[in-house]
């Protein structure tokens, strides 16, 4: 299993719960969080077999940016 981690515009419990169908429908994904305390908003996914170009366009057609770091 791999951890991935990206800065995004993820910033409340609204936001959370409009990704979560978006994230929770890849199979691949084994559990994802985001810190809304961190300034960066950081969004920690850890999965197989799933690349952060993959997550990045999720995100992006929910109305979220990300930028793997």
């Known amino acids: 299993m791999k951890t991935l981690k990206f800065k995004t515009n993820i910033k409340c419990g609204g936001c959370i719960a409009a990704v979560t169908p978006v994230l929770n429908k890849k199979q691949a ?9 961190d300034p960066d908003k950081i969004l920690t996914v850890n ?3 799933v ?19």
Not at 53 to 63: C, F, H, N, T, V
Request: charged share 30%; hydrophobic share 40%.
């Open 51 to 69: 690349s952060a170009e993959e997550i990045i366009s999720d995100l992006k057609l929910a109305g979220y940016e990300a930028q793997q770091i």
């Open 29 to 37: 994904i084994e559990n994802w969080q985001v810190d809304t305390s």
């Open 47 to 49: 999965a197989e077999d």
